[in-house]
């Protein structure tokens, strides 16, 4: 079945510092989604990834697909601490028609003032 | 527009009752799907549906079973809790063409199982 690692599980950053989660799988993927999910929250969609080495950016955020698309990067400029909480990649996966979105093991991000 | 919306925000079950958790959407969203999510641990899909009448499996079905009546509500269906079943429940909902499927997610029933 799809395998979708995520790493590192856990990073806790200084206010102020950068931080990045990548996003690996064992397959080749169609497209790639990005959430965040607060403590105690829902997920919540920041942004879809669809071409090879596909780069967009969100103010501080920098999201990338890779050339062969089996892996994705998410990186935080200047983290704040509204920042905190878990992120997700989630790749739809899947034949046409039927595909379904399952989600990475997630990294989560403290982040100290 | 109220979303998506669950019900209820918390459950206790004993060991072999059942339940249902119900969802609904009204964004005329085509894909409706179910994650349960464990302490610390990431999103787990239980079963998703691509329009009404259309159901299929996802990565942890056992235990669970949904219908899709309408494009509105999508509920899940526990047939005999477990202990194993104690969990976060979230649904979510999109469209489903590409470039356009953003996932909305509800938020959440806090299943306990005794």
């Known amino acids: 079945g799809q395998q979708v690692m995520q790493i590192p599980q856990y990073q806790h950053v200084q206010e102020g510092e950068d931080f990045t989660t990548y996003c690996n799988s064992s397959t080749t993927l169609s497209n790639i989604q990005w959430y965040k999910q607060r403590p105690g929250g829902h997920p919540v969609f920041l942004i879809q990834l669809v071409k090879s080495g596909e780069v967009k950016k969100q103010k501080r955020l920098t999201f990338q697909f890779g050339e062969a698309k089996k892996n994705s990067s998410l990186h935080i400029t200047a983290t704040q601490t509204t920042d905190v909480g878990t992120y997700f990649c989630a790749p739809k996966v899947g034949n046409t028609g039927f595909q379904k979105l399952v989600f990475g093991t997630g990294t989560r991000l403290l982040v100290s003032p | 527009n109220a979303g998506v919306t669950q019900t209820p925000k918390f459950q206790v079950l004993k060991t072999g009752q059942s339940m249902t958790l119900q969802c609904a959407q009204d964004m005329n969203h085509e894909y409706m799907s179910w994650y349960r999510q464990d302490p610390g641990m990431g999103l787990r899909l239980i079963h998703y549906s691509v329009g009404a009448g259309i159901t299929d499996q996802g990565e942890v079905p056992n235990g669970y079973n949904v219908s899709r009546s309408t494009t509105e509500d999508f509920p899940l269906r526990l047939l005999s809790a477990a202990p194993s079943q104690t969990s976060v429940y979230f649904c979510?909902?999109?469209?489903?063409?590409?470039?356009?499927?953003?996932?909305?997610f509800g938020p959440g029933t806090r299943l306990t199982v005794l």
């Open positions: 979510a909902s999109s469209r489903w063409t590409s470039g356009n499927d953003e996932q909305f």
